[in-house]
């Protein structure tokens, strides 16, 4: 489905005609082509395509970790061209501070902003309860596990105010498990701290489970092969009729685009 200029301009997020290539000496290697989304103020898109398309290069560029070779990509209808604090980024390995412990780690960003040491304690307090690690504040990453360290990283990434979080498969690492637990978590932790969410993973049922709008991607160079809208009541049930109709739709469009 392509977007509207108009839809682009109402969006927090917006892409336009992106093109990204990276050229060596040897080679060149077009990973994204003429590709255009849009993310709406509190919506959950999730971007779901084959691995190795391009969707951490796609997080990298929003972010403003990586430069676009072509068109725009654009922040509340400002260019990205730096790293901005309200664009929060989770990746599948989340990089906490091994040296601090989870309340520090999750009150980094407070600190650095110069907030007293109440104000900061009391915020980092509020989103580690939020994010179920009520009573581990004073442990360290290497005691906790891969679904807790993912735990702490998300509370850090909200502890920094955020208007938009980039989830690049923040899961992706985490047993079968462990993944519909941190599904759970976050769709709370959203439903009451509505942020805007851009939801990196190659998972069909996550996708589904997690969305208000789905965006699937081809294979490299990629582009939006077509967006599904999900229309189900949260928490969603895998089993139920509506979820497995959307998941036929999306699994036919997902083969073809492999």
Sequence with gaps: MENTGAII???IISCQNVGKTFVTKKTSLEVLRNLSIAVAENEFVVLL???QCGKTTLVNIIAGLEPVTSGEVLFKGIPITKPN???GVVYQTTALFPWFTVMKNVDFGPRMKGLSKKERIKKSQYFIDL????GFENAFP????GGMRQRVGIAR???NDPDVLLMDEPFGQLDAQTRYSMQEAIVKIWSIEKRTVLFITNNIEEAIYLADRIILLTNCPTNVKKEIVVNLPRPRDYTSRE??????EASSIFEITK
Excluded at 131 to 134: D, M
């Design 9 to 11: 301009n109402q969006s």
């Design 49 to 51: 395509g084959p691995g």
């Design 85 to 87: 604090p309200k664009l």
């Design 131 to 134: 994010v179920g690690l009520q």
């Design 142 to 145: 290497v005691k906790l596990s």
């Design 157 to 159: 990434a909200y502890c």
């Design 243 to 248: 979820f497995m109709a959307i998941r036929e």
